[in-house]
């Protein structure tokens, strides 16, 4: 498993997008019964399910807490991967690194660690226009 930051990514037009959702902190149940619902779809196990379901809930609760309060999600499945994205037009934390695994675990958001556990690779990506972070969880880790 592995973390890099990088420069934002919008959802390519490669492969098939099954949700493009706006949501703010009156929605974040909802939108995690629409990802749980197109996770399923798209033919994860019902553990990778319930993976892809927390991280997507775990990020926008972050863009709802930190960012402009509100944000948009899309996933998008290809050949080999479904992948995750949320962003928020909010400022970015001026020190938003990522501090050892052991640290984030005692903190109370610890939802880019969680992210970092079952996501396949996660990128994130941060200026004065926002924040998006894409998790991908790969064909293998279907099933």
């Not at 099954?18 to 974040?28: I, M, P, Y």
Request: contains cysteine; proline residues 3%; negative net charge.
């Amino acid at each position: 498993m592995s973390s890099d930051q990088s420069e934002g990514q919008a959802a390519p037009s490669v492969g098939a997008a099954v949700l493009d959702q706006a949501f703010d902190g009156d929605s974040l149940y909802a939108l995690r019964a629409a990802v749980a619902v197109h996770a399923a779809e798209a033919g994860l196990s019902r553990q990778r399910v319930y993976d892809v379901a927390a991280a997507a809930h775990e990020l926008a609760a972050n863009a709802v807490r930190h960012g402009a309060g509100h944000g948009r999600l899309r996933l998008w499945a290809d050949c080999s991967s479904l992948h995750c994205q949320i962003s928020d037009d909010g400022p970015a934390e001026q020190d938003e690194t990522r501090p050892d695994p052991t640290a984030r675990q005692r903190e109370h958001a610890h939802g880019l660690w969680i992210i970092d556990q079952v996501a396949y690779t996660a990128t994130l990506d941060h200026d004065p226009c926002g924040t998006t972070v894409t998790a991908t969880f790969t064909v293998s880790s279907f099933g």
